[in-house]
């Protein structure tokens, strides 16, 4: 911490920024929080010291920034460019991605890119991890993504996916692709067995995946089983290949759908395998619940993941936004509190701990998928990044879906929004409405 005792009285501490009142979550007294340097040096009841910049928090939810662990950078705000996906189908929208692939520019993929950050900024997400389509010849969008984690470090962490779209051995030159661009400095390897020519193809794919990791020494993060068929199991292999290579959680298993139609004998003795594995998993609930049970006559299946049963068995599961505006889903605004409300629908996770649950899975339990988990939380020492929201507590949070007052990363205020005020007139009285509860 910096030490300005000798420009001010003996013993007074300078700070370059104060928070005052900020309701940490889980507890009911308020704290002020002491920055110096990019670094929280003191949390107190009440904190001593002066600053140059105070920030009232007024006794709103005081979390660390949300992470965002599944979003796809490279073809964020494309939607309805060539043409609009009708089916709503994961493959169309593999179709008309690939149709669009052919017109990217490094400024074309910068420049959406960028606004999709902006948006997440604004939303208070301050960790990305991010997949990027490999199965180009001349890597456009991976090399124009590694422009931009660049540039918007260290205000934004952006971990960056290197994601065989068409797959691996069944698109030419794939495993060369992929090697490039970990050569290239990917943070992680990824795979789609599921969309391999054949299941043999798919395993055959995973451990190019296992065998890239090892040798880059880089994460895995593979799209697996995304698909409504109950005879997609490549999480086994998945599963058992980062129990043989000692990987466990550096390796992430997104989307899992299929998951969702396992019968009850074979999630058993799968979730034997995980307890070992000890693998993390990320769900993406507002796009599989669009994009899955297409293929389904009534009753048709949601196709989300196991997140309920996952968590209780004590597997890390945390949340991601998967698409925004593209081929694979038509809405959203970046936003992971909106995640975490699909997921409480979805998962029929309505009870208050539960609820809760959402939220950390947006937040800490994200943290531990992307390993980030040295580096993040509030707590003395660790980097200045937090958000400060109008809410009471998680549930409130979830149920009112507020926007973030602060967005403060390393120290510096990077997003503010002024909460929108509203105000109903009946019966003659004039009153304001924020739909709060105590
Ligand atoms: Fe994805």
């Known amino acids: 911490m910096r030490d300005y005792s000798r420009f001010f009285e003996p013993g007074i501490i300078m700070y370059d920024l104060i928070v005052r009142g900020a309701r940490l979550s889980g507890q009911s007294s308020l704290v002020d929080i002491g920055v110096a340097d990019g670094r929280i040096a003191a949390i107190e009841a009440q904190l001593d010291g002066v600053a140059k910049e105070c920030i009232e ?41 690939t149709e669009r692939k052919p017109f990217l520019t490094r400024e074309d993929v910068i420049a959406r890119a960028s606004e999709a950050i902006r948006w997440q900024v604004a939303n208070g997400i301050l960790h990305v991890r991010t997949h990027v389509d490999i199965c180009d010849p001349e890597l ?16 934004v962490n952006m971990q960056i996916v290197a994601f065989p779209q068409e797959g691996i051995p069944s698109y030419p030159g ?51 089983d995304e698909i409504d068929d109950e005879q997609s199991r490549f999480i086994e292999v998945v599963a058992s290949l980062a129990l043989q290579t000692g990987l466990h959680q550096r390796v992430t298993a997104s989307h899992t759908t299929a998951m969702h139609s396992y019968n009850g004998a074979y999630t058993y003795k799968l979730f034997q395998l995980l307890q070992k594995a000890r693998i993390n998993f990320v769900a993406n609930p507002l796009i599989n619940i669009t994009l899955q049970g297409r293929f389904d006559h009534y009753p048709v299946r949601r196709g989300v993941t196991r997140i309920k049963e996952l968590w209780r068995e004590g597997v890390n599961v945390s949340l991601g936004h998967d698409d925004i505006l ?18 409480v629908h979805t998962s029929h996770m309505t009870g208050r701990a539960e609820i809760a649950e959402t939220v950390r899975m947006i937040t800490t339990r994200a943290a531990r998928t992307l390993q980030i988990e040295e580096t993040y939380g509030v707590e003395v020492g660790k980097p200045a990044s937090f958000v400060i929201i109008p809410a009471s507590d998680e549930f409130d949070l979830i149920r009112r879906q507020p926007m973030c007052r602060y967005v403060i990363s390393h120290g510096q205020v990077v997003a503010h929004t002024n909460p929108a005020r509203t105000t109903v007139t009946l019966g003659g009285r004039t009153e304001d409405v924020d739909f709060a509860r105590e």
Not at 76 to 96: C, H, K, M, W
Not at 140 to 155: D, I
Not at 326 to 343: C, E, I, K, R
Request: negative net charge; proline residues 5%; charged residues 20%.
């Open 174 to 224: 794939g495993a060369e692709l992929l090697e490039e661009a970990l050569r290239l400095g990917a943070d992680a390897v990824g795979a789609i067995p599921h969309y391999e020519h054949t299941r043999e193809a798919g395993v055959a794919s995973l451990h190019t995946c296992f065998s890239l990791a090892q040798s880059y020494d880089r994460m895995i993060d593979v799209h697996c």
């Open 140 to 155: 456009t969008a991976l090399r124009a993504l590694l422009e931009v984690r660049e540039s918007v470090a260290p205000a």
């Open 326 to 343: 593209d081929p694979w889903y038509g809405l959203g605004t970046g936003s992971m509190v909106q995640v975490a409300h699909m997921a």
């Open 57 to 97: 928090a007024q006794g709103d939810l005081t979390l660390p920034p949300f992470v965002e662990s599944h979003i796809h950078l490279d073809s964020v705000l494309t939607a309805g460019d060539p043409r609009y996906n009708e089916s709503g189908t994961l493959f169309e929208g593999i179709q008309v991605w």
